[in-house]
């Protein structure tokens, strides 16, 4: 559905002293939990003012955003407030406004399991020793964690902590992640079947000697801590963490949360930079369609997402959190270990990770963390489909900012605009010396943009020229293909025939051969352009948000055998780099 262009913003998005309503909740609490207990604010010293609420407006409308809530914990006092659209024609976001969270899960994942450590109920199926950090997988999960022929060291010692730092050695493979599992597809995945596809996948890096960001491992540990109590991880957030905090707006579902009365759920929406979704649009002037307009983006179940992306909250929920780990003193739903150890330096990051921070990045468990103009702070984004969170805090300064919107890629785009905005202000920065988030931003999505006609001069700048031809006709080439963890690709013709299939999305694109995969998690289209031989440019895009601004390539080659036939299909993937070489089988 074509939307129209942003309503007007809404004056009613209403301004929420927050401290008054943590303060009432904290009364109904029983138990010697100590949580927090802020002052009642009286509205003075708001860093919402008029000029913020106009730069907000600004910034949602040049990176086509539809809403943000955000929310700044300053010592005592909490503040949050709600621009833009919530769900079009006009439903506005406010504070309470719920959206998906992303990967800012996987802090909560981290936390959850520092706190089945600090319980002591747990320990190793293998020796019997305590739950610790240093556990290995393998102690927890046994048959379910096990890798490919030639890294049993890997299977035997990568540990919790490994797999919530990101250095167990796998490159991300989200593009392996199967709607369905189990004989003829006959159920939903789980985070089970997850960690049971690794055994096929090939390792990026050694273990532990690089940041590797890999959200499956993280699907893993949901995995074990499952396996550990026995239920479902959101009981389990929810019992050890969001009810202790007052997090009642918190869901590890975003069926539970659709499903809970007096709840808003912020919907997606992506922006038609493309103009791909064309729906009943006459063509404009030379074919080109008109570009521009938000369309709605379906909410994707997080059964799979779990520990690594599930959650669904919203930004007074998140000033909760962010308040308990800045006064650890104040906040004994963790204990004091817990705080450490979340908080604890375990890799560094690229060097590139710099970028608007005094030095590179290093991340804990579930955190980013570094300093800026000389203080600490920890930071984590989370993208879904159609949402994106920013989260920082700056535990010395006891302050901290959350964005939540509703848009792909841009949200986190805009998230960081508004949240530095306001730490600058905070800090007394002067203009000059502020890091052009904007600027810096605005570069790689133009590249985004245009990654379909840059696609094979990036992936083979030393190809042969002129091309050779490839061995078959095109037909020969078409064919579902196979393999254990990426599960089929069904390769079809792009042109003739089938022009019913998706939306107008093939006008757009200039390969031979396609395949949808809307058998994935994240439904997706290759579109193979020829290169040279049997090699092949690959160019992927989401099928719920059609404008490259997710878009990735890879390389793939068909190998044709001695019979003259199409035997497989390597396909290299290249999210954040090198994804190892993924071969499937002609079926
Ligand atoms: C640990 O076990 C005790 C005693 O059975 C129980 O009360 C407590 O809730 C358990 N804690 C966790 C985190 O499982
Ligand atoms: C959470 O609690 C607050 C304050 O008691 C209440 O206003 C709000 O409706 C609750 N939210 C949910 C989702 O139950």
Not at 169 to 196: E, M, N
Not at 547 to 568: H, P
Not at 569 to 578: A, S, V
Request: glycine content about 10%; some cysteine.
């Amino acid at each position: 559905m074509r939307l129209a262009p942003r309503a007007s913003p809404s004056s009613s998005a209403a301004l929420v002293l927050f401290g008054a309503v943590l303060a009432q909740q904290q009364q109904q609490q029983s138990g010697e939990q100590k949580v927090l207990s802020p002052s009642v604010g009286d509205g003075a010293g708001s860093p919402f003012d008029a000029d913020f609420g106009v730069f907000t407006e600004e910034v949602l409308h040049s990176w086509h955003v539809p809403g943000v809530a955000v929310a700044v914990v300053d010592g005592e006092s909490t503040w949050a407030e709600g621009y833009g659209i919530a769900n079009f024609p006009s439903s506005p976001v406010t504070p309470s406004t719920l959206f998906y969270t992303g990967s800012t899960t996987k802090a909560f994942t981290a936390a959850v399991t520092s706190l089945l450590i600090a319980s002591g109920n747990f320990s190793s199926s293998q020796d019997s020793s305590p739950l610790g950090w240093q556990t290995p997988i393998s102690h927890l999960i046994r048959d379910d964690f096990v890798l490919r022929e030639g890294y049993e060291w890997a299977a035997a010692h990568l540990t919790l902590e490994d797999a919530l730092s990101h250095r167990a050695g796998f490159a991300r493979h989200d593009k392996a992640l199967a709607k369905r599992s189990g004989p003829d597809g006959g159920r939903r995945s789980t985070v089970r079947d997850v960690a049971r596809s690794l055994r096929h996948l090939p390792m990026a890096l050694e273990p532990r000697v690089r940041w590797r960001y890999c959200n499956l491992m993280f699907m893993v540990v949901s995995h074990a801590i499952q396996t550990l109590t026995g239920r479902w991880l959101g009981t389990t957030m929810r019992e050890l963490l969001w009810a202790p905090l007052g997090m009642n707006g918190t869901f590890l579902s975003v069926e539970e949360a659709l499903g809970t009365p007096g709840v808003e759920v912020a919907r997606g929406y992506y922006w038609d930079y493309l103009g791909v979704s064309g729906e009943g649009e006459e063509e404009g002037e030379g074919g080109a369609r008109e570009k521009g307009g938000f369309v709605e983006v379906p909410f994707s179940s997080l059964e799979v997402a779990s520990g690594a992306g599930g959650i669904v909250s919203n930004v007074l929920d998140y000033s909760r959190w962010i308040r308990c780990l800045m006064h650890e003193d104040e906040c004994t739903v963790l204990p004091k270990e817990a705080h450490r150890e979340l908080k604890a330096a375990r890799i560094m990051l690229s060097p590139e990770s710099r970028k608007g921070y005094d030095a590179p990045l290093a991340y804990a468990l579930g955190w980013q963390l570094g300093t800026y103009k000389g203080h600490r702070v920890f930071t984590h984004g989370g993208g879904m489909e159609a949402h994106g969170a920013k989260v920082y805090f700056f535990p010395d300064l006891k302050y901290g900012v959350v964005t939540l919107a509703n848009t792909a890629v841009t949200s986190n785009i805009a998230g960081m605009e508004v949240a530095w905005k306001l730490i600058n202000d905070r800090l007394g920065v002067s203009e000059e010396e502020r890091f052009d988030w904007g600027g810096s931003s605005k570069k790689t999505l133009d590249e985004m943009l245009k990654l379909a006609d840059t696609a094979v001069e990036k992936l083979y700048p030393d190809r042969a020229d002129p091309p050779l031809p490839r061995a078959l006709p095109l037909q020969d080439y078409v064919g579902t293909y196979f393999h254990p963890a990426y599960r089929t690709v069904t390769i079809e013709l792009a042109e003739g025939g089938d022009s019913s299939s998706s939306s107008g999305i093939e006008k757009k694109k200039k390969g031979e051969l396609k395949a949808v995969r809307d058998n994935m998690e994240w439904e997706m289209t290759f579109e193979f352009q020829h290169v040279s031989g049997e090699s092949w440019a690959v160019i992927i895009d989401f099928l719920n948000t059609p404008n490259m601004l997710n878009g990735q390539l890879a390389r793939a080659e068909f190998v044709v055998g001695v019979k003259g036939t199409v035997d497989k299909l390597r396909m290299e993937f290249l999210e954040d780099g090198n994804e190892g070489i993924i071969v499937f089988d002609r079926m």
